[in-house]
């Protein structure tokens, strides 16, 4: 069974910082571009980051791009999203996701098209004082 699994959510105050990790089963993240995603009660989801299944190209949001940064650790096989300077904008519920069949080019910013075929169940971000 192909899974995924996000963890390093937490409770954090204004101005902090957490690193979120991304976890597989099932299937190597070497073998997938991989992004992170988030989803705020009320709104859409949101694409944060994403990284080639190669680790050598990476894709980040304008609205994130100076505070998150996505990385990936191909001894352990995980990729993790190190997010700074974190307002109470950012609480919501994060996700990754595996695109399997990756496209030639940078990954995308969003499901469409087929893209980002397995998600994990999300990991919580609270930022508050």
């Known amino acids: 069974q192909l899974q995924l699994a996000e963890s390093g959510g937490d409770l954090v105050q204004p101005g902090g910082s957490l690193r979120l990790s991304c976890a597989a089963s099932?299937?190597?993240?070497?073998?997938?571009?991989i992004g992170w995603f988030r989803q705020a009660p009320g709104k859409e989801r949101e694409g944060l980051a994403c990284i080639s299944w190669t680790g050598r190209r990476a894709n980040s949001a304008d609205s994130v791009k100076d505070r998150f940064t996505i990385s990936k650790d191909n001894v352990n096989d995980m990729v993790y999203l190190e997010m700074s300077s974190l307002t109470p904008e950012d609480t919501a519920v994060y996700y990754c996701?595996?695109?399997?069949?990756?496209?030639?080019?940078?990954?995308?910013?969003?499901?469409?098209?087929?893209?980002?075929?397995?998600w994990g169940h999300g990991t919580q971000v609270t930022v508050s004082s």
């Open positions: 996701a595996a695109d399997r069949s990756p496209w030639p080019g940078i990954c995308p910013l969003d499901a469409k098209n087929g893209r980002y075929q397995y």
């Open positions: 099932g299937f190597a993240l070497n073998d997938a571009d």
